[in-house]
T-cell receptor, first 109, second 114 residues
């Protein structure tokens, strides 16, 4: 059974701080990695993708991938209350994505 | 440029009834995926379809659940003889070329079985 694991949280950070979200996966064959944001009662929204080892930056978001350790992370710089949501890690499993259970992030003013 | 369209947004069914959930993928997308999300849980893969073909149904329960994506019209997820445990949010996603660039999700159908 291929798995994606995330700490469910909640992760509480003050406004302006860096939020660090982590994810591990079991399948060494996974090739593509994604972070989705899901607000309560809404659908998941793709915010980052990463395909090779290292860092990928997009605005306040940085995704990090380490295939040897089977580890993906998402850093959110200058966290805002509007970043409060559940963040889902997803990895490819042959022809589909499998998702972690998500980490709930709370950014307090 | 409409996104992934799902309807209805909310569906209430009595135990034993049938539920039909519809999904129209984004224009130009031929890959459709259905996921189920129980309260406080992650997204669980159910089925992956392309036009007129089921590609991967490894996540579908063996009984009562079926899915189709006909040549014309939306993809349909059908749940027969619903039970309370079927109450969940059902999300459809579409992509242009498989998983390479991730999916775009629809707004979901919230099914409540009473």
């Amino acid at each position: 059974q291929k798995e994606v694991e995330q700490n469910s949280g909640p992760l509480s950070v003050p406004e302006g701080a860096i939020a660090s979200l982590n994810c591990t996966y079991s399948d060494r064959g996974s090739q593509s990695f994604f972070w989705y944001r899901q607000y309560s009662g809404k659908s998941p929204e793709l915010i980052m993708s990463i395909y090779s080892n290292g860092d990928k930056e997009d605005g306040r978001f940085t995704a990090q991938l380490n295939k040897a350790s089977q580890y993906v992370s998402l850093l959110i710089r200058d966290s805002q209350p509007s970043d409060s949501a559940t963040y889902l890690c997803a990895v490819t499993d042959t022809d589909k994505l499998i998702f972690g259970t998500g980490t709930r992030l709370q950014v307090f003013p | 440029n409409a996104g992934v369209m799902q309807n209805p947004r909310h569906l209430v069914r009595r135990r034993g009834q049938e539920a039909r959930l519809r999904c129209s993928p984004m224009k130009g997308h031929s890959h459709v995926y259905w996921y189920r999300q129980l309260p406080e849980e992650g997204l669980k893969f159910m089925v992956y379809l392309q036009k007129e073909n089921i590609i991967d149904e490894s996540g579908m329960p063996k009984e009562r659940f079926s899915a189709e994506f006909p040549k014309e019209g939306p993809s349909i997820l059908r749940i027969q003889q619903v039970v309370r445990g079927d109450s969940a949010a059902y999300f459809c996603a579409s992509s242009q070329s498989g998983t390479n660039y991730g999916y775009t999700f629809g707004s979901g159908t919230r099914l409540t079985v009473v």
